[in-house]
């Protein structure tokens, strides 16, 4: 098992106690795959995992981080086919979301991390309750933001999407291709639903777009977008889990998104009815533009939920 390389940053002892702890870039081999992750926060404190979406990568954390990492240690990985992870030709690595999850749940094992609560959004969900499935034990606690579980949740921009499911022609492809991997169609993801676009980074949308450039990178993305269709089929088995598991949760949702529906939000109280539900108006992309009030949530839903699961542990 490979140790992780980083590049360490020390705190200066003039830094004060109430500035933001700096987030850290670090490399692990894990699965095969040389996991990309960003991390801050004291190595003892309760884990918080950040699982992003697509098209983007754990860059769409960087204001949300260090808003965490005073009272946890916080992890973003990158995605295989995503930000700044590598996977070897010779991994031969099958892009599909069985697959995704067992990297992360390799690296997880690889950072010899047993439990955290986790942030999942967009393709971080279907990635993340796989896990939860799998170690119930390990998961204490889930935000979803914009993060679906639900058929009630898949909004009509899923239309061509699932036109691809039903018919995975070359044509309904293309179409795919032509309309959603681009930088308007990555633009678009970004900015609709939100009151003022100009308050969306460009940086945000412009990074995701290079890195769909890359060679062979939309092929991967468009085998994602088929294979997508294997989530839906997965919605009885997670919601079997929140009903027999009960995970504290909280679902905090861009109710703009036109990809997950508020419905999708609100159906987590049928499996778990304490679960908390907040809507903010803005979009898919909601921490571009509303960092401080999901990052005040989270505090506060898990200050309550680390506390409860740390005194559950010690028994």
Do not use: C
Request: aromatic share 12%.
């Amino acid at each position: 098992m490979s140790e992780p390389t980083s590049r360490p940053v020390t705190k200066s002892p003039a830094q004060s106690q109430d500035a933001p702890p700096r987030t850290s870039i670090h490399r692990v081999k894990a699965d095969g795959v040389q996991v990309f992750y960003r991390a801050a926060g004291e190595a003892n404190a309760p884990v918080v995992l950040l699982l992003h979406g697509f098209p983007t990568s754990s860059f769409m954390f960087r204001e949300l981080i260090p808003r965490l990492a005073h009272d946890y240690r916080v992890i973003a990985p990158d995605l295989p086919g995503f930000g700044f992870t590598e996977v070897p030709p010779e991994r031969n690595y099958a892009y599909s979301f069985d697959q995704l999850a067992l990297t992360i749940e390799a690296f997880t094992r690889t950072l010899k991390i047993e439990r955290y609560a986790m942030y999942v959004f967009d393709y971080g969900a279907p990635t993340g309750f796989r896990l939860a499935v799998s170690h119930p034990e390990q998961v204490t606690a889930i935000v979803s933001q914009n993060g679906n579980a639900y058929e009630q949740g898949l909004g009509d921009a899923w239309g061509p999407i699932r036109k691809y499911w039903a018919a995975p022609t070359e044509e309904n492809r293309e179409v795919i291709r032509k309309n959603i991997l681009t930088l308007e169609g990555t633009r678009w993801q970004y900015t609709h639903g939100v009151a003022n676009p100009d308050n969306v980074a460009p940086e945000s949308y412009t990074l995701d777009t290079a890195l769909l450039e890359r060679p062979g990178n939309k092929e991967i993305q468009l085998d994602l977008f088929l294979d997508y269709a294997s989530n839906v089929k997965l919605y009885p088995k997670f919601q079997e889990y929140f009903r027999q598991s009960k995970p504290p949760l909280l679902a905090i949702w861009g109710k703009n998104d036109p990809f997950f529906v508020p419905a999708g939000a609100e159906s987590f109280r049928r499996d778990i009815p304490n679960a908390q539900v907040q809507f903010l108006d803005t979009g898919h992309f909601a921490l571009e533009t509303h960092v401080t009030e999901i990052a005040a949530a989270m505090t506060r839903f898990l200050e309550t939920t680390q506390r409860v699961s740390a005194r559950g542990s010690s028994h």
